[in-house]
Structures are given as C-alpha cells and as structure tokens.
C-alpha cells in the first residue's frame, strides 16, 4: 500500500530529488515551498501535490493543514538554508552599535527560523497525524560541525532538539533522525555565492573526490523511512563523502 510522504522545500535541490524518489516508488507525495512555480513544476512532471507554505510562520502553516491529509507516514523537514546569502550581509562583519547589533540579532534569527523553528513547528503540527510505523527525517547540515555561525548553531540545535522528538515519537513506532550532508551540487543552497576555488576546497576534503548530489541524500532518507530502519532513532547520518567522519 502506498505511503503518504510530505517533503517541505520539494520544489529545488534535495527535496525535489526526495519527492521524484518517492513518486517513482509509487508513494504519495506531497510537496511544499514558498515559490508557486518550482512546485508546480514538479507537480506536473512527476504528478505529486503541490503546496504554498512558508514553515517559518505559523500562521501558513496553520493554513495548510485542511489540505494535508489526515495521515502522514514519513515527513521530510528539508526547508531550510544558509539565510546570509539572501540577506547579501555577513553578520560578523560591523561596529557593533545599536543598528549594527539590530541587523545582526535579525540575521542570526533568521538562520534560527529557516532551519530550527520551520522543521519544529510543520513536527508540532503535524503530530496527531504522524502515523504509527513512520518516520520524520530532518536535513541537517555538516555546518553543525565543522561551525557556519548562526547556520551552523541552527542545523547543529536542530540535531539536538530531534533527540527530545526521538523520544517522544518512539512509543508510537515513529522514527526522528537527521540526514546530514555535506556539499550537494545541483540545488539552489549557495545561490550565487560558491566561488569555483571554493567548491574545489569542498570537493577536496571528501575521501570520494566529488561533490554529493541530490539523489545521494534522497537515497539515505529513503534508507531511514524503509522497514529495514525501524529500530534507528535519534540519530544523525552523515552524508558527505568523509568529509567529516564520527566513530
Ligand atoms: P535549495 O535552496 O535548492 O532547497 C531549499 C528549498 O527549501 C527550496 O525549495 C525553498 O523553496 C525551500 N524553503 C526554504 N525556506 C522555506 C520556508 N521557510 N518554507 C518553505 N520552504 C522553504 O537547497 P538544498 O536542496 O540544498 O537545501 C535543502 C536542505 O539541505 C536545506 O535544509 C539545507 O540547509 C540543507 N543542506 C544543503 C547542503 C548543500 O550543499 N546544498 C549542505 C547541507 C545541508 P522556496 O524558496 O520557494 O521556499
């Protein structure tokens, strides 16, 4: 029987990849962002549902809700990034007067909502619906590591916080753990922001000599929603090539 998967952010990048894997193993797939067109895209490419919903406000999210079904199997956090890029400032950089300390609070917040309070919220909402047997996987970062300021402190408070979710989902058969990558191409992470000698630095610290791809973290993630992973909660998977290594 066909599994209903919800993947936030599955419009670009790694969430389109999880979203085309899924509907390709003839899952139910539901995709969501703040960008109409990606989504609608995908939806008329692969036939999975579309979305508008910005996870960071509570308020759309709550609007969702009637047009989500009742039962959920497997919940993909995956909305997130790096906010500094959009905002074009560095946070660390300035006088540290009051206008200075304003802008700075505003960014550092922003990277907490993108990544932390967006995948604590959709959770929040979607507990009751969170189906015995599923599993919820967050994408995490190996900034929460290897450091990326508030980016960093997000993905790595993330991985924190899901040992609380792990824990209060396992009685009810549901899994909590975060997929952890390292440099995935092809998405719209870096905006334009990776300079070519920096991808090449990146590329040079994995053990495989190459750059992740979006299929490579849609595998690991189908790998933690299967019924082969039904006793692995809590945890984070690193996806990155040996770029960082844990033992
Ligand atoms: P993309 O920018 O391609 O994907 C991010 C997706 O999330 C976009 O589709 C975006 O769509 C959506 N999104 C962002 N904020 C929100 C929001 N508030 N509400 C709803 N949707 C949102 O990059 P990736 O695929 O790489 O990013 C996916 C995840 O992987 C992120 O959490 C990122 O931090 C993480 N990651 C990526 C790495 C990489 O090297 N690419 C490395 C480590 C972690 P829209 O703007 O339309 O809302």
């Not at 952890?180 to 334009?192: L, Q």
Request: charged share 20%; proline share 3%; net charge negative.
């Amino acid at each position: 029987m066909s599994r209903t998967i919800l993947i936030t952010g599955g419009g670009t990048g790694i969430g389109r990849a999880t979203a085309r894997h899924f509907a390709e193993q003839g899952e139910t797939v539901i995709v969501t962002g703040r960008r109409l067109q990606p989504l609608s895209d995908l939806a008329q490419q692969t036939g999975v549902r579309a979305l508008v919903c910005d996870h960071t406000d509570p308020q759309s999210l709550a609007g969702v809700l009637s047009a989500l079904p009742e039962q959920i199997d497997v919940l993909v956090n995956n909305a997130g990034g790096n906010t500094d890029f959009d905002s074009g400032t560095d946070p660390d950089t300035g006088a540290g007067d009051e206008m200075e300390l304003v802008r700075y609070a505003r960014a550092f917040r922003a990277n907490l909502d993108a990544n932390l309070i967006s995948a604590a919220l959709t959770t929040k909402a979607l507990d009751g619906r969170l189906a015995a047997g599923g599993a919820v996987v967050h994408i995490g970062s190996i900034a929460a590591d290897q450091g990326a300021g508030s980016y960093g402190a997000s993905k790595a408070g993330l991985a924190t916080w899901n040992l609380d979710l792990a824990r209060l989902l396992g009685p009810r058969g549901i899994t909590a753990n975060v997929v952890s990558p390292g440099y995935i191409a092809d998405t719209e992470f870096f905006r334009d922001h990776l300079t070519d000698e920096r991808r090449e630095h990146l590329v040079a610290g994995t053990a495989t000599g190459r750059a992740g791809s979006p299929a490579d973290i849609a595998g690991a993630i189908a790998f933690l929603a299967s019924p082969a992973a039904r006793h692995i909660t809590g945890q984070v998977l690193n996806v990155n090539g040996g770029a960082h290594t844990t033992r």
